[in-house]
Antibody, heavy 121, light 107 residues
Framework: EVQLVESGGGLVQPGRSLRLSCAASGFTFDDYAMHWVRQAPGKGLEWVSGISWNSGSIGYADSVKGRFTISRDNAKNSLYLQMNSLRAEDTALYYC??????????????WGQGTLVTVSS | EIVMTQSPATLSVSPGERATLSCRAS??????LAWYQQKPGQAPRLLIYGASTRATGIPARFSGSGSGTEFTLTISSLQSEDFAVYYCQQYNNWPPLFGQGTKLEIK
């Protein structure tokens, strides 16, 4: 059974940093691209970032480019999102999602339950 | 970037009736279009990929159609568990953006 468990969320002040993690199990992690998708309270889904199976292809939404960094450790079956210079508008539930293939452009066939990030002073 | 526009924003349908949701892309995405369902307090779930292929375990009452810029999700006979928010997403070009969602509510 595929499982994606996010962690690392919390309350953080504007301008500070936070690192999210996603622990994956139930599939061969290094065969698949992985993504982060967020959802602000009461709002729709916003794709944030994606990374290919070997980290050779990485993409970011314009809203986070230059502030967020996605990475993965295939030996640890883990996905990460380093978030710097956080803003109030980054407040959201952050989902980790598995791509359906090794390339970054693919549908997202499994999702975690999310970790909540709140940016406020 | 390719903008995805869903319509209507809210759709009110009675149980047992058919629901038709639309998604339009600002430029062609071929058949690289997915539909997701999200219920309150839950993570999204993949329903349809490749514009028309049902994901594993998705009931046959869900069907997708279209290619290029116009796509449709049809739910043939609504069950109580189908009332939720539905999102489309293109994965043909960077960035793989979502539509704003259609809320399917009970009439």
């Amino acid at each position: 059974e595929v499982q994606l468990v996010e962690s690392g969320g919390g309350l953080v002040q504007p301008g500070r940093s936070l690192r999210l993690s996603c622990a994956a199990s139930g599939f061969t992690f290094d065969d698949y691209a992985m993504h982060w998708v967020r959802q602000a309270p009461g709002k729709g889904l916003e794709w944030v970032s994606g990374i290919s199976w070997n980290s050779g292809s990485i993409g970011y939404a314009d809203s986070v480019k230059g502030r967020f960094t996605i990475s993965r450790d295939n030996a640890k079956n883990s996905l990460y999102l380093q978030m710097n210079s956080l803003r109030a508008e980054d407040t959201a539930l952050y989902y980790c999602a598995k791509g359906s293939g090794s390339a970054t452009l693919a549908n997202l066939n499994y999702w975690g339950q999310g970790t909540l990030v709140t940016v406020s002073s | 970037e390719i903008v995805m526009t869903q319509s209507p924003a809210t759709l009110s349908v009675s149980p047992g009736e058919r629901a038709t949701l639309s998604c339009r892309a600002s430029q062609s995405v071929s058949s690289n279009l997915a539909w997701y369902q999200q219920k309150p307090g839950q993570a999204p779930r993949l329903l349809i990929y490749g514009a028309s292929t049902r994901a594993t375990g998705i009931p046959a009452r869900f069907s997708g159609s279209g290619s290029g810029t116009e796509f449709t999700l049809t739910i043939s006979s609504l069950q109580s568990e189908d009332f939720a928010v539905y999102y489309c997403q293109q994965y043909n070009n960077w960035p793989p953006l979502f539509g704003q969602g259609t809320k399917l509510e009970i009439k």
